[in-house]
């Protein structure tokens, strides 16, 4: 059993991801060919902004959006302390301060309680001026944009929304990455919709912005390529891969987005039958779709995870731990202050556990899914 089944979305749409590489191959216009901007131009279209620039990876889009807003040195930059390295990372590499913030035990995203709590600290300290808000849609489920965007209000903020894992999630206010002022995502290959390589994009309202955007992800570029008016950074999506995304998009949009709704729901359904006491099933408030980049369990006796794992794996089904470290806690950050605590980012990096998930999961693999994560579990026990 796959985790994520590339291979199987593959064999689905095989044929129009040939015709759509052999077309790149055969026009040979490899770098900026003419599907780079009709991806930008369908993306911005489906996501509901006036602007989508793409380029090479999800940490890019994120340093492209810094970079943008001129976050620098002395500022700070508030982000959960339960997500991928690459939200906080980029904030160190433009020579920024990560403030790291926890997040709901529930919904895994940041938690506006906490975020006071630390911007009240860091005007209370008065060294660091307070920037930007990087909120992330963990596991496909947008983060609650309602409550931060009051937040960044009242404080002169940025709300950069780092939609790495969140393309087709969907809130009241909109559908992610348009949640954000500036918002980001990846098209890693397993992410909700994803290339056959690196690839991310950056979408926003503002023109301005977007100007910029294009010029900083190809060496500052000005009228032409060599004319360069900033430092900028090389970062382009390729063509091959736009083309190959166009078909994704299309796939996404007409049926798998609602498959792996529909094999959410299942697994909800039939884990809260078996063993709803043992684990917790991922919550999904109301008014919200999540697009299930990963479906997260939580054990209630995280000592049992690593057996857990050890026989699923015997029993041939893959789980992974996103994320087994804080952000707080990640040896890259030693040493640096932290201004709330983090408990909920601690005990969800001890209980996690992310079972196969994606649109071409069947009923019945789900059904063996459960079964073994039931015995395994009453065996741990």
């Not at 506006?112 to 060294?127: F, H, M, P, R, W």
């Not at 294009?214 to 430092?231: A, E, F, Q, T």
């Not at 479906?295 to 994320?323: C, F, H, W």
Request: with cysteine.
């Amino acid at each position: 059993m796959e985790f994520r089944d590339l291979k199987k979305q593959y064999q689905v749409l095989k044929t129009d991801i040939d015709n759509a590489m052999q077309k790149v191959a055969a026009a040979g216009n490899y770098i900026m060919g003419g599907p780079v901007i009709e991806l930008e131009e369908q993306l911005a279209d489906y996501v509901g902004v006036k602007h989508c620039i793409t380029c090479a990876n999800g940490t890019d889009a994120l340093t492209l959006a810094l970079k943008t807003l001129g976050i620098g040195k002395g500022d700070a930059v508030f982000v959960p302390d339960f997500t991928f390295f690459a939200s906080a990372e980029v904030v160190a590499l433009e020579g920024a301060t990560p403030v790291f913030v926890d997040v709901n035990p529930h919904t895994f995203n940041i938690d506006v309680i906490s975020l006071k709590e630390a911007i009240d600290a860091i005007e209370n300290e008065g060294i660091l001026k307070m920037k930007a808000i990087i909120a992330v849609d963990l596991f496909g489920l947008p983060a609650d944009f309602t409550a931060v965007k009051k937040i960044a209000k009242q404080h002169g903020l940025y709300v950069i929304e780092d939609g790495a894992q969140g393309f087709g999630g969907r809130m009241t206010e909109g559908i992610a990455c348009s949640l954000g002022d500036i918002s980001t995502t990846s098209f890693f290959p397993a992410k909700p919709l994803g290339c056959y390589g690196d690839g991310g994009a950056v979408f926003t309202n503002n023109d301005e912005w977007a100007d910029m955007i294009r010029s900083l992800r190809i060496h500052g570029k000005g009228s032409n390529k060599y004319d360069n008016v900033r430092i900028g950074m090389n970062s382009r999506l390729d063509t091959v891969q736009a083309a190959i995304l166009q078909v994704k998009l299309n796939a996404f949009k007409e049926h798998e987005l609602e498959s792996v709704n529909h094999a959410a729901a299942h697994y909800t359904k039939l884990i809260k039958q078996t063993i709803g006491d043992a684990v917790s099933t991922p919550n999904i408030p109301e008014g919200y779709m999540s697009s299930w980049a990963q479906y997260t369990l939580r054990l209630t006796d995280a000592s049992l995870r690593p057996e857990i794992q050890t026989r699923m794996k015997e029993d041939g089904i893959p789980t992974m731990v996103y994320y087994p470290t804080p952000m707080s806690m990640q040896t890259a950050f030693n040493g640096l202050h932290k201004y709330v605590d983090t408990p909920n980012a601690l005990r969800l990096s001890q209980q996690v556990l992310s079972i196969p998930m994606h649109p071409y999961l069947k009923d019945e693999d789900i059904t063996i899914v459960v079964d073994k994560l039931v015995a395994n579990i009453k065996t741990g026990k």
